[in-house]
């Protein structure tokens, strides 16, 4: 069986955070394995409290993994702090990690902050160069690359200028009141259809629960890379994936819900 690691913080309600992580890659038919970054409070609307590992802790989180069941793709989300991005990009280089899907986790789907100032910094300059593909929504796009984006030819610009700048493929996501979940990916290092920039175009789906979409959408990616998947086509089987999640049209709490990430069980 292919395996995976989410390396994120952990969300209590279990909507987002590697509790997502670990359903999404289950649900995606691999074997899900974790290193917490955080601990979370909170719930469907908003959080209360976080918690952060120390570095030293998160590092024999890793090497506990690698060392036992080597991941065949990796997926970091929320990480809060320049010390802990250090450990996943040291961590990425001595073990040789492979399929490594970046979610530039910034701010929550209730508009809490996640992470410090000196940590974007980091980010840009010790993690995306290592990443095979990052998954940023507008608003974190606009962070990493410093102007607005405002219509579809601002994000394929973004996104390729993201590219070219970091070394990575982007996968550039519009559902911030842009459009209906339509996705830009490029890869300035690709080939085929990644290489030329190709938009993957979202059903539009009125569910107002999307707390931990990015996520799932990430580690759904993950789990297609570490399947053997070429880059488009772990999008396209991600896409797919959050489409069906969404349209389980599961209700759950008081702001914001979970999805339905077990929709596609048998």
């Known amino acids: 069986m292919n395996t995976a690691l989410t390396i994120a913080g952990s969300d209590s309600s279990g909507g987002a955070g590697i509790q997502a992580d670990i359903k999404t890659m289950t649900c995606n038919g691999i074997y899900a394995m974790s290193a917490i970054t955080a601990l979370t409070a909170q719930n469907t609307t908003g959080v209360t409290a976080i918690m952060e590992v120390k570095p030293e802790f998160l590092k024999e989180q890793i090497k506990a993994v690698v060392s036992d069941i080597f991941p065949d793709a990796v ?37 809490a902050k996640l992470i410090t100032d000196d940590a974007i910094e980091s980010l840009k300059k010790e993690l995306l160069p290592l990443a095979t593909v990052i998954t940023p929504n507008i608003p974190e796009a606009e962070v990493l690359f410093g102007s607005k984006i405002t219509s579809e030819e601002d994000m394929e610009k973004t996104a390729k200028e993201i590219s070219k700048n970091f070394g990575c493929a982007v996968l550039l996501k519009g559902g911030h009141s842009l459009n209906d979940a339509n996705d830009y ?11 030329e920039g190709i938009w993957f175009y979202g059903k539009k ?21 570490a399947k053997g ?3 488009s086509d772990a999008v396209k089987n991600a896409k797919d994936y959050i489409s069906g999640a ?21």
């Open 229 to 231: 998947l070429s880059l």
């Open 185 to 195: 990916l490029y890869d300035d290092k690709g080939s085929g259809d990644a290489k």
């Open 75 to 111: 997926k970091t989300g929320m990480v809060s702090s320049s010390a802990l991005i250090k450990v996943i990009s040291d961590s990425i280089k001595e073990y040789g990690l492979k399929n490594i899907v970046v979610d530039p986790v910034m701010v929550a789907t209730s508009g």
């Open 246 to 266: 969404l349209e389980a049209m599961l209700d759950l709490g008081k702001g914001s819900g979970p999805l339905a990430h077990n929709w596609n069980l048998k």
């Open 205 to 225: 789906i009125n569910n107002p629960n999307t707390h931990g979409t990015g996520c799932t959408l990430s580690s759904a990616i993950a789990a297609n890379l």
